[in-house]
Each structure stands twice: as C-alpha cells, then as structure tokens.
C-alpha cells in the first residue's frame, strides 16, 4: 500500500509543477445581413421591411389567383418607403386569414404603372391590363412577370412570402429566369455554391485505343490509326414528271335556226293592235267637198259678161 501512495503523491506534484494552458477565447461568429426586402402578415395587416430605403410596391395572389395591388393605393400615389422600421400596409377583408402569395418589390428607380392603369378616376385596371388577369397555378411568376414590366428592366429586390390554407407559411418556390426579358435582372436570398470538384492526376484509359505507348504518359512511338469515314448514300432520284393528262373542253356548235345550250329563250313579241276600221274616206283630215245648189249655178252664169 505504500507503493501505490507514493506513487499517487508523484503524481500529483507533476501535475501541479505544469500549469493548465490557458483557455483560446474564439470571436462570435458575425451575424447575418437581413434580406434585402423581408415581407410578412398578420390578421388584418401585411409588414414589408427593407435594407436600404427605395421605391415599394407590393403585391398580392390570392387562393383562386386573382391579382391585387395592395401599396400603392393607386398608380399615381407616392412609392417611397424608409428602411429599418417595418412599412405597414392594410389588407383588404377578403383576403384576410386566406391562402395567399406576397412579394414586396423594391427598386432604387420610380416605377412605370402605365401597363397597369387605366381604369376610371386612374385605379388599378384590373378589368383590361393583361398583366393584372388571374393566373393559372404560378403566382411567383405572374408577379414578377409585374415587377419585370414596371422596373423597365432596371435591377430590383423582392422578398415574398406564402400562406397555406391554415395560415401557416409554406415554401415560396424558386424563380425561373425569363427568357424572353434578356436586361431583368432580380435579386433575392443568395444560393449557396456547389463546390468544385478536386483536380487529379488520374487518367481513365478503360475506352482509349492505345499503340506503344502507356496509359497516362507517351513513350515517343505513337502511331493513330485513322477512323474510317462514314459512306453517304446517294441522294434519292427526283420523282418522275406526272404525265400529261388529256381534259376535254366544251366547244359550243351554233346551228342555223337553233339555239346554243345554255341561251335563255327571249319572250314572244306581242303582235301590233289592228286598225279602227276606215270611216269611208281617204284621209281624214281631207277638205270637205261643198257642191253648189241650181240658184248659186244661175246666179253664177247670169253675172258671166
């Protein structure tokens, strides 16, 4: 027993002559940046905040896709919105507690509302603007199909949120560059690279076809064989020229007395009315013949000289 105390005791005058190192104290890790554009809702109310100050528009899908412009109130009010405090905005009733896509757009440049107006008193033309119609089952690129029109291509932050059914969030989905709006240009939360892969000095000779030579290196003695070139079949011979056919035509033959085929007969001709009959003279506006009595005949010859 008084090995083993001894030994203990030696022990631990070894471990009190050599001082503990001390502790390396390691800096916090920096905290993230925050999104540029973070939007969210509550009962009754729709919170967009933002990094750095610029031009807010927000906008909304609700659960049957129908497209609202919640801020601004109209196309022609004032887009300005601060950074650092939350900018709330109203929600209408019907779109309270109900499936819903947001997305906050912000942009250092006013936006351009005029695809987008046009309705009495300048409202929101929800009637006729193709961009405000109902989209069919993808409400993230219908607005940034928006955000596109109205940035006039200029560079943009959004952020946007979605709502399930039971009020809770579900994933927002990612976005699809357009290909067909070559100068937008949008961002949003950054994705993390791949990584590269790691070069090697190895090399796969399973396929290579290889002559005096070893895989990997040259040993000065190479020969190639040359791969014999494909033979392409000769084009196909035009068709033969269709052969004449023979299509006869219809030569009309007038025959004296007759008729053609095709000629609409001419009505009869009414034959003239006759003539009153005569009124026992010659012409009727003739003279009339006055004979003279026996006394004019006397007193005519008796003044004869």
Same mark, same amino acid.
């Given at each position: 027993? %008084?090995?083993?105390?001894?030994?203990?005791?030696?022990?631990?005058?070894?471990?009190?002559?050599?001082? #503990?190192?001390? *502790?390396?104290? *390691?800096?916090?890790?920096?905290?993230?940046?925050?999104?540029?554009?973070?939007?969210?809702?509550?009962?009754?109310?729709?919170?967009?905040? #933002?990094?750095?100050?610029?031009? #807010?528009?927000?906008? =909304?899908?609700?659960? %049957?896709?129908?497209?609202?412009?919640?801020?601004?109130?109209?196309?022609?009010?004032?887009?300005?919105?601060?950074?650092?405090?939350?900018?709330?905005?109203?929600?209408?009733?019907?779109?309270?507690? =109900?499936?819903?896509?947001?997305?906050?757009?912000?942009?250092?440049?006013?936006?351009?509302?005029?695809?987008?107006?046009?309705?009495?008193?300048?409202?929101?033309?929800?009637?006729?603007?193709?961009?405000?119609?109902?989209?069919?089952?993808? @409400?993230?690129?219908?607005?940034?199909? %928006?955000?596109?029109?109205?940035?006039?291509?200029?560079?943009?932050?959004?952020?946007?949120?979605?709502?399930?059914?039971?009020?809770?969030?579900?994933?927002?989905?990612?976005?699809?560059?357009?290909?067909?709006?070559?100068?937008?240009?949008?961002?949003?939360?950054?994705?993390?690279?791949?990584?590269?892969?790691?070069?090697? =000095?190895?090399?796969?000779?399973? =396929?290579?076809?290889?002559?005096?030579?070893?895989?990997?290196?040259?040993?000065?003695?190479?020969?190639?064989?040359?791969?014999?070139?494909?033979?392409?079949?000769? $084009? $196909?011979?035009?068709?033969?020229?269709?052969?004449?056919?023979?299509?006869?035509?219809?030569?009309?033959?007038?025959?004296?007395?007759?008729?053609?085929?095709?000629?609409?007969?001419?009505?009869?001709?009414?034959?003239?009315?006759?003539?009153?009959?005569?009124?026992?003279?010659?012409?009727?506006?003739?003279?009339?013949?006055?004979? @003279?009595?026996?006394?004019?005949?006397?007193?005519?010859?008796?003044? *004869?000289?």
């Amino acid at each position: 027993m %008084i090995p083993s105390l001894a030994v203990m005791v030696g022990l631990l005058v070894q471990t009190a002559g050599k001082p #503990l190192p001390a *502790r390396v104290t *390691r800096a916090p890790a920096p905290a993230p940046a925050p999104a540029p554009v973070r939007v969210w809702r509550t009962d009754s109310i729709a919170y967009v905040a #933002l990094r750095e100050p610029g031009h #807010l528009v927000l906008l =909304n899908v609700d659960a %049957i896709g129908r497209i609202t412009v919640l801020f601004p109130f109209g196309p022609y009010d004032s887009t300005g919105v601060d950074a650092g405090v939350p900018f709330a905005v109203p929600i209408p009733p019907e779109a309270q507690g =109900n499936p819903a896509t947001l997305v906050a757009v912000r942009s250092r440049w006013p936006f351009d509302f005029a695809a987008l107006r046009g309705g009495a008193g300048g409202t929101w033309n929800y009637q006729d603007a193709w961009l405000l119609q109902p989209t069919a089952g993808d @409400p993230l690129g219908a607005l940034l199909d %928006i955000a596109d029109r109205v940035t006039d291509g200029r560079p943009y932050d959004y952020g946007g949120v979605k709502y399930s059914r039971d009020g809770a969030v579900a994933a927002l989905g990612v976005p699809v560059q357009p290909d067909v709006c070559l100068s937008c240009v949008r961002h949003a939360t950054p994705v993390a690279a791949a990584p590269t892969a790691v070069a090697t =000095n190895s090399v796969d000779c399973s =396929n290579a076809s290889l002559t005096n030579s070893f895989c990997g290196m040259n040993s000065g003695s190479v020969s190639i064989t040359s791969v014999p070139q494909a033979a392409y079949q000769p $084009p $196909p011979p035009p068709p033969p020229a269709p052969a004449a056919v023979y299509v006869p035509y219809y030569l009309p033959v007038f025959v004296h007395g007759g008729r053609a085929r095709f000629e609409r007969p001419f009505p009869p001709v009414a034959p003239p009315p006759p003539a009153p009959p005569s009124m026992g003279v010659a012409y009727p506006i003739a003279p009339r013949l006055v004979v @003279p009595s026996s006394s004019q005949l006397r007193s005519l010859i008796g003044r *004869r000289p």
